[in-house]
């Protein structure tokens, strides 16, 4: 990653272009220089305590010199053999950090995959003392169709909706909280945006995506790939299906013993597949039609289980009726956002509102016509709010459409908010 100015890091200067890396390790093209001392140990602590990453992979995904590395590793004390307890009750699961290709095979089909889309999920076989890490990355979501077209991709394979205009999206971050829960917000340019809720249980890993209606056409065709890659897991690493066992919406793969498995399933399933060359298992679903200024959601599933009856596991699964339980937004609390945006007295009818939190999480929606919007799914809290678009051809002020320096504030509490906003063009 180039640096344009002198910087100062850990006591070691950094110049422009220079790689400082004697390890021969080259950062990767997307990789990411953590931004804080509180950054740089959690994911310090992330690849070297929980994935059990080299040196040559941390700058891989960092961009970090060996030097750089060896001083923040004695400076926080970051030991392999010395990692943070996990989580009691609950499976352990963390963001995963780049800088190891979570792929064996079919690399082309998955070039500079990006890191905010995917989790690790540690193995209930995983040995934190071990050299070697047990664990299967998931991407959630890793690709999503609509009638536009691939709206979104979580790596560059082929050309979405965007890359065909011009557009990058800006790289993000899981949320994560005290019970282990991670969160992603995405909001794409046009208004679509989606909520990924990842929530870790004793014996399973929930997980859900909302995608709200932003744009002002009915969203169609909604088709989502989320896939569980295998190479961290040992024992399921052959580039075969011979393995795999598929009962819509359940697909699972067994080790050689054929009594260990990983499970995964998404409601509403719209297929159950694997790819032997990469290898992964998919269970993708389909969101319902989606009018502008509503919400649909899809429901995910990810477990492990030792034994020989998997139609049996399956079947106890199903008992759970999984799909009808909450992930973190519970329907109880629910929060719901409406309003419109005018300016000068007259509706804002080119542009969208954005709702950020203090850490970073953000909701968002495209206005109609009438500059009415709606959003739902909202955390209680403070929210900075920024405002985008256009009158008569020209932007409106940095004072409202900045995240940065809009002075626009709101609380949001739960139940019912209705939030209007009269903006001055000037």
């Given at each position: ?110 070039v500079d995959p990006q890191r905010e889309t995917k989790i690790s999920v ?123 066992v598929t009962r819509l919406p359940y697909v699972a793969r067994h080790d ?51 034994g020989t009856d998997i139609q049996g596991e399956f079947d106890r699964i ?109």
């Open positions: 990653m180039p640096f344009k100015k002198r910087l100062v890091v850990l006591g070691i200067v950094v110049l422009s272009g220079l790689c400082l890396a004697v390890n021969g390790a080259e950062p990767a093209a997307n990789a990411r220089r953590p931004t804080s001392d509180a950054s740089l140990r959690r994911w310090l602590e992330n690849m070297v305590c929980h994935h059990r990453f080299s040196d040559e992979e941390i700058t891989a995904a960092t961009g970090l010199s060996a030097e750089e590395i060896a001083a923040a590793k004695a400076r926080f004390h970051i030991d392999p053999k010395a990692a943070p307890a996990r989580p009691e009750g609950r499976l352990h699961v963390v963001p995963y950090p780049g800088g190891r290709h979570p792929r064996i095979g079919f690399l082309d089909g998955a540690f193995t209930p076989w995983d040995d934190p003392q071990s050299d070697r890490a047990d664990y299967v990355v998931v991407d959630v979501p890793e690709a999503l169709w609509s009638n536009l077209g691939l709206t979104y991709l979580a790596h560059t394979h082929v050309p979405t909706v965007w890359t065909k205009r011009g557009i990058d999206l800006d790289p993000l971050e899981w949320q994560t909280t005290e019970d282990g829960r991670l969160t992603l917000d995405r909001l794409l340019p046009n208004g679509i945006a989606f909520h990924t809720t990842i929530v870790p249980q004793p014996d399973h890993v929930r997980m859900s995506i909302t995608l709200t209606n932003g744009t002002d056409e009915l969203l169609t065709d909604l088709r989502v790939q989320n896939c569980v890659m295998l190479k961290g897991a040992e024992g399921f690493t052959e580039q075969s299906n011979a393995h795999n050689p013993s054929g009594t260990r498995w990983i499970i995964t399933a998404w409601l509403p399933a719209h297929r159950a597949w694997a790819n032997e060359k990469c290898p992964c298992l998919h269970s993708d679903p389909r969101f319902e039609d989606c009018p502008p200024g509503e919400t649909r959601r899809i429901d995910g599933w990810l477990s492990f289980y030792e199903d008992a759970t009726e999984w799909w009808r339980t909450e992930t973190p937004r519970q329907d109880a609390d629910a929060i719901h956002v409406s309003g419109t945006i005018t300016v000068n007295g007259r509706p804002l009818t080119d542009g969208a509102i954005v709702f950020q939190l203090p850490n970073g999480q953000f909701f968002g929606s495209r206005l109609r016509d009438n500059g009415q919007f709606t959003i739902d799914g909202l955390a209680e809290g403070e929210y900075a709010i920024s405002i985008a678009g256009s009158v008569d051809g020209q932007p409106l002020p940095e004072k409202y459409s900045s995240p940065d320096n809009s002075l626009l504030r709101v609380t949001i509490s739960p139940g019912e908010n209705v939030i209007t906003f009269d903006l001055d063009s000037r």
